[in-house]
């Protein structure tokens, strides 16, 4: 199970490098009878694909996956699903230059000394490329948990120092824009914002929230394997990422008890400051997370850096590159959120089947 | 591997509940030939120990751990170690009443929907007692990790509203206040804060950070194993943590990418924005990483709530309780970034001991 | 998760040397509302202990569980479960002279060699004295079990060269005699052989049979974990286990196809060759399991070893010996095919408790 | 880590049907700096294809393995390493029909009722096919284990009845006849049985047996991944194997302490009946395994069965079958030795490798 698989039920595996043949995963544990295609998987590699606005990197890929097991007359047998997608265009000629230089706030320098040397195309296995198999792996998970009346949706809160407005928030909104802003109205700001940024030759952070709704109370298991510990694992693993809140996250330090609590009624909770978990187990509420990403490392603006002998140099990325990683950050967190959510399931269901309680459920 | 265990060299797996006989762990993988002794662990556990200061919970607890194997002669002999800490003062009158209501903004209502029925003495395993555990256990990893000449350390960054000055930061100071506070000035403010809060009946969160010093370039396993990933893991698997940031966290969102990087030098890195960990991967630079606590969710202020049969109650928390858990955090969160990164130690030396490297390591 | 837990749902994790404070082991995944109580380990505990007959170790121990969480008013409440067994009676002196010396056949050279140095008194980690905790997990399985129709039994075939008579085979008898034998008429034979045995200051070897009834079809998760391969991890993980059948086993080898198939009707199935697992799944038949054990190590006799230093030495044991491990591992066997029988049953449901299936079930 | 993954540092994740598009692997945390290429796996892979001899079944596959990740400038990178290998003939039509009906002694029905339907082209997952996958897997962990002067064979040591001649043992010949015998002169013997079975229209079983060399002593994690336990797990898991044995195996039954136990001496062990692992643990000697296949159940004479309605059937396979799996094993048992050898070895260093010892080492 080493570094590159997760869950416990249900698993995903994958390997590929940026510049590599082809990225693949293996998705173990989905139950047998859910109806599947490629279909179902492009829609979400199609939202995370580069190229579909001027505002993420140009690099243009088909990303189109193949399904080779595990599939069977239209629905999943039980056995593990391999999933591939051959790398198409990779222009490995925009790297040659960097076989011995480090790029400041990139993995080269780690990965140099945890292997030895380094796959230096492109970002290799530390490239954002592989996370187009965890988008994948989440649509087979959300094909499950929508049969289960569970949703998950993600969309942007802030662009840098651009947030958007809660008064204006509408769903519908988020697939209408190119930033997943689920506002309409701050559009052209963030437009404005972004392409300043590429004049600059800048870019910014991001903070993007997912939300799971249709969730039963009793997902989790404590204490290691909590609901929010493992959604906090699952979030932290996606590159760029520097933190995860669930609920209301760091706006809990200053709540005071009467503030936090969300009381419970008959007729529901009266708030949902907590995001959905308590005690490390899903209540039943919306589940809430925010993560934040860091601002890309690849700039035309000089940094200073060591090549491999250690010598100090500067460094200039040119080529195609996301000059805001959070853009795109969206399809990922919700597949991670999704796969977590299945695994969940699946656990809980395996120990508790038989588990009967007179207590209403509010939510 | 089910919930209770964590870690895949080093494995740390509990069991106990804050009313039950006592408190349990055994703890697997930790090398031989390591002094150990119950010393070594009642140090930490002392730290934790509620009834230091009028600020915490007035419950009195021995809290006095046993070595009960995989010690032989002073020195763990590489066998599972078993620790046990007999449950001595747990005043179980103070429950009885509740055993028919859920306290807002605590496990009871999800336990009892997740398993049926629950211990509702005290918190039962959702307690914060079962902490107790985890600190022993990571007294364990503090004392390999030393071996190794890495340290761990955590302090207050933030209690309620009120933030410590970073020019006034002085880690003498940590262990001298009962607030973890490394800024001797702002501790008046914080008793005064909080005397305010007990009068007023109420609770408030805090902010939490821990920094590991002497650590090498290499520990991370990605894609999913990221060292970031595991340490937002276990840090989230606290009771009331609601958040985890590793560097700079949110602040990362709105900063460029030229505030952002942290550029190298021959001499070593300008700054530490990225916490010391990039692409999953520790760099040798400081690990950082913040965490942020709910306030309490036992409070004297009425709140609304409903019973086992649906029907809307108030509820009152009477007895001994904490009124900012957050003060008692900051050992159990050095516990759990001690027992992840002595996990991805062994992990990395027993994948990657063969891998030498020319290029400099300049932390 | 390190060697010393096993299972991925219900998981049993053990710490304890033959002569440290204490055995222990935290069960975690056993499904809450279970009735268990102490007595109901002590069976089988009682079953396993020596002393119960001449032809056991005349070691004295009183091998009582507590059980210090995880059930609540009677019954299991979800949460981990911690047992613990303190030792009582270990002659610590009959030990002194071995620190230096490497018993032939024991693990004493190789427990050395890999952590450093060993606890030498008994057989520390590695001595059967760790099974009674396995035991006592396995008995908590047993009664889930139980609760869904699932019996495990397990007796002796073999005792040396003396076989049992299949067509004496009676259940009732199992627990009649010392040595398991369901054959009531050859108890005198073993009797016989055993004195002589002692006498001779030798040992022997052992095969045991358990068997698996009500077990329902689906168990089982290809292609790693197929239920025969954790079957035999668990048998082979018994001390003193050298063989692991399934089925027909090593008759298998000169079976011809015609012979060994297992044909089917409607009425059911017309053999059972294959011990009740096909595919690595279970076929809804009795579950059939033999092991191999080998003599015990420890003997009178003078065996040729060497020291620490290297050197030849001759090796007597005296003290108090089993001379017969195979006699005892009847209840371990059980216990550790009940404890993966139990994981997967949660596994399978887990993961399938949505199939439905229009085929009939003919076992 | 669902049932399609093995391995605690060194994984090995399968995934692909008989007649779906391709089979594929994904092989993590083999260490950086292997010389690796497609030749390496071609080698094994080969003697494990069909076709090779009039003996084996007449199925023509290419069995070409493609590596898709991890390798760069042809040596691994640390990162995970992605498989490849495409069906090419599968002969759907020798299939259809058997939708509806329950071949004897397969895993058609067991199959049907664990995911309540099943992909019946071949045997689907529960086909032999999948272990392509681990031979090329396995053959990655050769290529390591050479690097530590570690090496795995197999061969045949009874097919059917026919027995080899342990006094005309030649590692030598087992490359030289279709059966792997290292008996030279049983040759004919062997062929003459199987060409009387294959006019007969039957099947028998076969008995393997595996071989490492130059291991180091201390591999091994008790309790439950014991060395020989782990073995054990891998062998019973490959497809038709129905018996294990480490050592002397099922001969320790009737073995007197004094004959089975292996004497040591400065110079040496004197025998080695345990077959090289003590207590779970490798004691430095060879590790020899034996597993038990039984005959193969795809048979040209009829069988009773049942169809998915449940009525009473007559079976006959068609097409092209394996008229002994045993003589296909050899190749696939060699990899799950060295596969989990692997996987010990990393684990070991992991934990121990601060680990220094005085005792000489004897083997």
Known sequence: MSGNSYGKLFTVTTF??????????????????????????????????????????????????EILSGVFEGKTTGTPIGLLIKNTDQRSKDYSNIEETFRPAHADYVYTHKYGFRDYRGGGRSSARETAMRVAAGAIAKKFLATKGIGVKGYLSQLGPVKIDPAKFDWNEVHNNPFFSPDADIVNTMEQYMD?????????????????????????????????????????????????????????????????????????????????????????????????????????????SINSRGEAIEVITTGRHDPCVGIRATPIAEAMMAIVLMDHLLRHRGQNADVSCDVPIIT
């Open 16 to 65: 590929g490098e940026s510049h590599g043949k082809a990225l693949g995963c293996i998705v173990d544990g989905c139950p047998p009878g859910i109806e599947l295609s490629e279909a179902d998987l492009q829609l979400d590699l199609d939202r995370r694909k580069p190229g579909t606005s001027r505002h993420t990197t140009q690099r243009r890929e088909a990303d189109e996956v």
């Open 196 to 304: 300043d940024l590429r004049k600059e030759g800048n870019s910014v952070g991001a903070k993007i929230s997912v939300v799971a709704t249709g969730t039963p109370v009793g997902l989790g298991e404590p204490i290691f394997d909590r609901l929010d510990a493992d959604l906090a694992h699952a979030l932290m693993s996606i590159n760029a990422v520097k933190g995860v809140e669930i609920g209301d996250g760091f706006e809990c330090v200053a709540q005071k008890g009467t503030e936090h609590r969300d009381e419970m009624t008959p007729d529901g909770f009266l708030s949902n400051h907590a995001g959905g978990v308590l005690g490390g187990i899903s209540t039943g509420q919306d589940i809430i997370a925010h993560i934040a990403l860091k601002p890309t490392s690849s700039l035309r603006l000089p940094g200073r």
